[in-house]
């Protein structure tokens, strides 16, 4: 089995931003903050490079939002400044 680190890949998250998200945070807790640390979960485990594993992340609720991660996000780094 290959390295997932190693993978050359364009990943996608298509993520829920609505009310049903925002509004029906668990107690004590925040589903979009959950959601956010999920997606940079799966990005951590990827070198993440223009020829390596490249990100984008969609996000809709009452108004779409389409956001290509700084240039792919070149580092890991780069969806924390783009969340």
Do not use: H
């Amino acid at each position: 089995m290959a390295d997932v680190a190693a993978c050359v890949a364009d990943i996608a998250f298509v993520i829920d931003n609505s009310g049903s998200i925002r509004d029906n945070d668990p107690p004590g807790g925040n589903n979009w903050q959950l959601i956010l640390n999920f997606v940079k979960s799966i990005i951590a485990v990827f070198d993440v490079a223009q020829d390596a594993a490249r990100f984008a992340a969609i996000d809709f609720g009452n108004i779409f939002t389409a956001n290509l991660l700084p240039e792919y996000v070149k580092e890991q780094s780069g969806f924390t400044a783009a969340s």
